[in-house]
């Protein structure tokens, strides 16, 4: 090996070392608060109360979770999030990757300015139609019912932008060839594009999952019937005045148990949310 | 065989669908306090935390529903304050028929024709506003009729750690040694520090809505300081209102409080004896008196709870009060539904010395009197506090807005971000500008 090809070796290897070591510090940034949520879930209110900071020898319990089994309640705002947040996606998917296809492929009158009408949805906060909605729902006497925890989540101007993006992405040259094989409209989209779009509809499928299950307020206010809480909701009904010192094991008992189907999402589509990444990145 | 099966599910839904309908009234109770109901068997006792808030409703609303079983008792647990619910509910035409409430929130509703006046309802049952606390009967009375069926009152207190006052040298007969005037404080504070190497107060200052406020609340009210001259207006930069935010900063200063506690950081620096004295409310007794019979603890044997010391002279003792009230939201109900919220409002009235338990102080007269409440611990110490606290004015709006603003303010001059002159100005400007411009 030349003298000068030494140096550039090692420039490599520290190189390599400290990508590693950032990579790691990033790591424990992430996971510490999630470890420690953990951890702190396994400890008695008492000790979580009386230490500061925390023996990590112990002594540890499975209290705050029996006590999560007690509270049979806490299963219904589980299954209602599950209903809300999977219809949602199921929704959202289904008329963004509609809507996507029709702005990126097909051509028709104001189809523009359409596009900018829906986009123009991404600039208005919830917060500001928030009592319009509960007015509509109101004279619909739909509070309390699954159709106004769902509805509202269906609009989904991101959605419809990603996707439009993704339908764009593919070349035109495929819609042509799928034409000479006499597929119309629909079976082109349905067997020739959308498979091509599953980074996409993956990545919003996720995003809108993990929107809905973490949503608060409109279930605070539409939801007012315990039967009707969702997981969110229902938490925070449940925790007494002074939980964050008095109920703190139980309360980050609730938070795992609320995390984990947000963990299953990502451990089982983590190889489509990496391509929905690199993918939008290469956009 | 499938076929059957689904025919005979079929049917049986039908025939749950054709169930008679329930003819009891039915009402619907909203309340905060959380859920406990995994540690409160319907019907038993609780099996953990028996003076909990929680504990202590979730039994009293069972027993209620046992002994009457004409009528059917819904009950919705909502997230605190529940007034974001609430408010919902009322524009949805959907209102519960029972609504825990602040009585310093009363007035927000009551405005705006909201709530039901109760004064005909509860005097059916047998329930008058003269079998009320003063204070209580002030905060639930507006335009001369009752809105709310006072429930405790609470207020901040200072909570001892009295193993250290004796380090200190300032307990005396078994009493602690409280100041008598500000530079008193300063110096048993001084002396404090100086024999435990602690700091004297444990304060909670970071994220804090409501603690200062209440400080300068309670000083300004002792010396009969107007604090709002009318419903729209505040007046908050007053000598009295400086002198005060002044000591409070001195403290600070001169690091004589704990710094940058957030609530759970300083209940745990108390429970754990890192300071003498916590200003917190009448809820935290019940904890801190568990701790206190726990052997090896820094609060063993060693807590006592006290009203706030007269420092600045005051013709009155001061005791600033707020407490929690029941309130019938307006709504369409059947004679039979109105009749068993008041059965409801009168069980709780009666039933209002258990909910003491969890350490609020009393809001019903006949209470004060009662030797099995005055038995309960530190009652004797805090009983007069039922007669000379002091609530705000029931004709000013947004009692809760305006001390988050004030404390936020507040705890930028005490830990030196303002001066305390613009600090007052500015929570001035800032709540009456809010303030006037409310419908």
Redesign the interface.
């Known amino acids: 090996m030349s003298a000068l090809a030494l140096p550039v070796v090692r420039g490599r290897q520290v190189w390599a070392w400290a990508r590693i070591a950032f990579c790691a510090v990033m790591l424990a940034l992430v996971l510490a608060p999630l470890l420690w949520t953990v951890f702190l879930s396994f400890r008695t209110n008492i000790d979580l109360?009386?230490q500061?900071p925390l023996d990590l020898r112990g002594p540890y319990t499975l209290d705050n979770y029996a006590?999560?089994l007690?509270?049979?309640?806490l299963f219904r705002w589980f299954f209602n999030s599950l209903v809300v947040s999977t219809v949602t996606v199921a929704g959202v998917l289904t008329l963004s990757s509609l809507a996507g296809y029709a702005f990126g492929r097909l051509e028709f009158p104001g189809r523009n300015w359409l596009y900018l009408i829906v986009l123009a949805g991404l600039a208005i906060p919830d917060q500001s139609v928030i009592l319009t909605r509960?007015?509509i729902?109101?004279d619909l006497h739909w509070?309390?019912t699954y159709r106004a925890l769902i509805l509202p989540g269906l609009s989904a101007p991101l959605g419809v932008f990603l996707m439009t993006e993704a339908f764009r992405a593919i070349p035109r040259a495929q819609d042509d060839a799928a034409r000479l094989d006499r597929a119309n409209a629909i079976a082109t989209f349905w067997h020739v594009l959308l498979p091509q779009t599953v980074p996409a509809l993956a990545s919003l499928g996720i995003y809108t999952f993990l929107l809905s299950w973490n949503d608060y307020w409109w279930p605070?206010?539409?939801a007012?019937?315990?039967s009707m809480y969702t997981l969110t909701?229902g938490m925070?009904?449940?925790?007494?005045?002074?939980?964050?010192?008095?109920?703190?094991g139980v309360l980050m008992a609730e938070a795992v148990v609320a995390g984990l189907p947000v963990l299953i999402v990502y451990i089982l589509f983590q190889k489509h949310i990496v391509n929905a990444v690199t993918g939008m990145v290469k956009l | 065989m499938r076929r059957r099966a689904l025919l005979g599910g079929l049917a049986g839904l039908s025939l749950a669908g054709c169930a008679p309908k329930d003819p009891r009234p039915a009402i619907t109770v909203q309340r905060i306090f959380g859920d406990c109901r995994a540690h409160v068997p319907k019907g038993g006792a609780p099996t953990q935390n028996l003076n909990g808030e929680c504990e202590i409703i979730t039994g009293l609303l069972d027993r209620f529903e046992a002994e009457n079983p004409d009528i059917r008792l819904n009950v919705n647990a909502v997230a605190w304050p529940g007034y974001d619910q609430l408010s919902a509910q009322i524009a949805a035409d959907d209102a519960p028929d029972l609504v825990t409430m602040h009585m310093a929130v009363i007035p927000d509703y009551q405005i705006h024709g909201l709530l039901t006046p109760l004064d005909a309802g509860l005097k059916a049952q047998g329930v008058t506003p003269d079998q009320f606390t003063p204070v209580a009967r002030r905060a639930v009375t507006m335009d001369g009729e009752v809105y709310g069926l006072p429930f405790d009152a609470w207020t901040q207190l200072f909570h001892i750690n009295m193993n250290l006052f004796a380090r200190a040298g300032l307990v005396r007969g078994g009493e602690p040694v409280l100041p008598r005037n500000a530079a008193e404080l300063l110096d048993q504070a001084r002396r404090f520090r100086a024999a435990t190497g602690k700091p004297y107060l444990v304060q909670s200052s970071v994220n804090e809505r409501a603690a200062f406020a209440r400080n300068l609340y309670t000083y300004l009210l002792s010396a009969h300081e107007v604090i709002f001259p009318d419903p729209h207006h505040i007046r908050l930069n007053t000598p009295r209102a400086r002198e005060v935010v002044g000591l409070f900063k001195r403290i600070h200063d001169e690091r004589l409080t704990t710094r940058d506690l957030d609530y759970v950081a300083a209940t745990t620096a108390f429970i754990n004896g890192e300071g003498g004295v916590y200003i917190v409310g009448t809820w935290m007794i019940g904890n801190f008196d568990n701790e206190a019979a726990q052997a090896g603890r820094p609060l063993y044997r060693g807590y006592r709870v006290k009203p706030y010391p007269a420092l600045f002279g005051d013709p009155v003792l001061p005791a600033f009060v707020d407490g929690h009230a029941w309130v019938m939201p307006k709504r369409r109900r059947t004679p039979e539904q109105e009749r068993a919220a008041f059965r409801l409002l009168k069980f709780l009235s009666v039933h209002e010395g258990d909910w003491t338990r969890s350490g609020h102080l009393t809001s019903m007269a006949a209470v004060v009197g009662d030797p099995v409440y005055q038995a309960q611990p530190h009652r004797r110490d805090l009983m007069a506090i039922t007669s000379y606290g002091q609530g705000l004015p029931t004709d000013v709006q947004r009692q809760f807005a305006i001390q988050a603003m004030l404390s936020e303010e507040l705890a930028a001059a005490i830990t030196g971000i303002k001066p305390i002159d613009r600090a007052l100005t500015d929570a001035e400007r800032r709540i009456n500008d809010m303030l006037t411009n409310l419908s």
Do not use: D
């Open positions: 109360l009386r500061a006590e999560l007690r509270n049979q309640t509960h007015q729902f109101s509070h309390n605070l206010i539409s007012t019937r315990p909701e925070a009904a449940a925790q007494s005045n002074y939980v964050e010192v008095l109920g703190k």
